[in-house]
Structures are given as structure tokens and as C-alpha cells.
């Protein structure tokens, strides 16, 4: 369990970090419009990314 928690946040980290790397302005424009949405539109983003993410997890679990 621990090992899958360790892989899974080394692999946010590298996605993460390509991100950054790759892209600045990008991500600076998408700060910038998560800034422009109001508090209730980036909390149902935030929930439905943690939906999505409990998901796969399910199905990698289900079918993996």
C-alpha cells in the first residue's frame, strides 16, 4: 500500500513537473482562469477531478 502511494504521488510529481517545464505560459493561463470562475464552479472542478480519479482507480482495481 504504501509502495502504490509512493508510485502514485512520483508519477503526479512528473506529470506535474513536465507541466511546468514544458508549458509555464500555459499554466499560467489556467491559473488565470481558474481564478476567473467563482468559489462554487472550482469546487464542483475539484470534486469531479476526485470523481474521476476514484474511478479509475475502481476500474484499475476491478480489471487490472
Do not use: H, Q, Y
Not at 506529470?15 to 509555464?24: D, F
Amino acid at each position: 500500500m504504501f509502495t502504490a502511494l509512493l508510485l502514485g504521488l512520483g508519477l503526479v510529481l512528473v506529470i506535474e513537473g513536465l507541466a511546468l517545464a514544458l508549458a509555464p505560459s500555459r499554466i499560467e493561463e489556467a491559473l488565470a482562469f481558474l481564478a476567473s470562475l467563482g468559489p462554487e464552479r472550482r469546487r464542483a472542478l475539484g470534486l469531479g477531478a476526485v470523481a474521476a480519479g476514484v474511478l479509475l482507480l475502481w476500474l484499475r482495481r476491478k480489471f487490472g
